[in-house]
């Protein structure tokens, strides 16, 4: 099951996709962790989706996800997992936040918030790295044995 799930080949496509994936929620989880990126750092993100009425449970899971999810997607340990946690926690974004704004970004400023073109970009990543695992240069297929051409491209 373990090897299964760190199965993956040396596609530097999704070895790309990962990495850039896990760059761009970096930064969003290093602002909610670390304050980092002019973001406002753990104590008053907390405070601030609790003022919002999400549990402190699942504030707590939001950055967590973001911030050690992202560092999984970079160095490519537990791609799946971190991936997957990404998918979901998108997929709440979009159900509490995004929906209602409709589809598209608020390039202009022209609407209330932004909606969730973006979140269906993330979708697309995440389901490849769900299926095809880490790519080369990924702690998963160092530890499985199966970062090699050609293996584990469907693990799952």
Do not use: C
């Not at 090897?3 to 990962?18: E, F, G, M, Q, S």
């Not at 304050?35 to 950055?63: C, D, H, N, Q, R």
């Not at 998108?90 to 209602?100: E, Q, R």
């Amino acid at each position: 099951m373990l090897k299964k799930l760190l199965a993956t080949n040396n596609d530097p496509v999704i070895t790309l996709l990962r990495v850039l994936l896990g760059i761009v929620f970096f930064a969003h989880g290093a602002q909610k962790m670390l304050g980092w990126f002019g973001g406002y750092g753990y104590s008053a993100t907390m405070g601030y989706f609790e003022k919002l009425g999400m549990p402190a449970l699942l504030a707590f899971l939001v950055i967590f996800i973001e911030f050690f999810g992202s560092l999984g997607l970079i160095t490519g340990l537990l791609t799946r997992l971190s991936a997957l946690a990404i998918g979901l926690e998108m997929v709440g974004a979009v159900l509490t936040v995004h929906l209602h704004n409709g589809f598209f970004m608020n390039w202009a400023g022209n609407q209330k918030g932004e909606g969730f073109e973006y979140h269906i970009l993330v979708f697309a990543i995440v389901i490849a790295l769900l299926i095809r695992g880490g790519g080369s240069y990924s702690i998963d297929g160092a530890i499985a044995g199966s970062a090699t051409p050609g293996r584990g491209s469907l693990a799952l």
